[in-house]
């Protein structure tokens, strides 16, 4: 009796580890693809950290900051189709980064989008102060 039931389940391993394994694999590649947009994320956060740091130098320009970002972008990667904004303005100034994630899962299209904002600098003569 007892042998007539171990054979009955003779299989069962191997059908719930094909059935199993996809599931674990998909999970897998997702912690993965979130690693790749938390890369992302930090590079396009620092590159707008960057250009802002130029901007809002005294006498920091727009295009300075421009050309900051898109250099640090470029030598550091992992920022697909990357676009650089830059505004300064008398008392602010303003960088935002945006663009997408390296994709392992076909439709998932995670984008990032990053904005810092700073105080430019500026002299203020002693009477003024």
């Given at each position: 009796?007892?042998?007539?039931?171990?054979?009955?389940?003779?299989?069962?391993?191997?059908?719930?580890?094909?059935?199993?394994?996809?599931v674990v694999l998909l999970l897998v590649v997702l912690v993965v693809q979130f690693g790749l947009w938390l890369h992302a994320r930090q590079v396009a956060t620092a590159a707008a950290q960057e250009a802002l740091s130029?901007?809002?130098?005294?006498?920091?320009?727009?295009?300075?900051?421009?050309?900051?970002?898109e250099q640090f972008l470029a030598d550091a990667g992992g920022l697909r189709d990357a676009g650089v904004e830059v505004d300064r303005g008398a008392e602010t100034a303003s960088v935002r980064v945006a663009g997408g994630t390296p994709a392992l899962v076909p439709g998932l299209d995670l984008g990032i989008d990053v904005l810092v904002q700073g105080p430019v600098e500026r002299f203020v003569p002693e009477p003024d102060r």
């Amino acid at each position: 009796m007892m042998r007539r039931q171990l054979r009955s389940e003779a299989g069962a391993t191997t059908t719930e580890l094909v059935l199993l394994m996809p599931v674990v694999l998909l999970l897998v590649v997702l912690v993965v693809q979130f690693g790749l947009w938390l890369h992302a994320r930090q590079v396009a956060t620092a590159a707008a950290q960057e250009a802002l740091s130029v901007v809002q130098r005294d006498g920091g320009t727009v295009e300075a900051g421009r050309t900051r970002a898109e250099q640090f972008l470029a030598d550091a990667g992992g920022l697909r189709d990357a676009g650089v904004e830059v505004d300064r303005g008398a008392e602010t100034a303003s960088v935002r980064v945006a663009g997408g994630t390296p994709a392992l899962v076909p439709g998932l299209d995670l984008g990032i989008d990053v904005l810092v904002q700073g105080p430019v600098e500026r002299f203020v003569p002693e009477p003024d102060r």
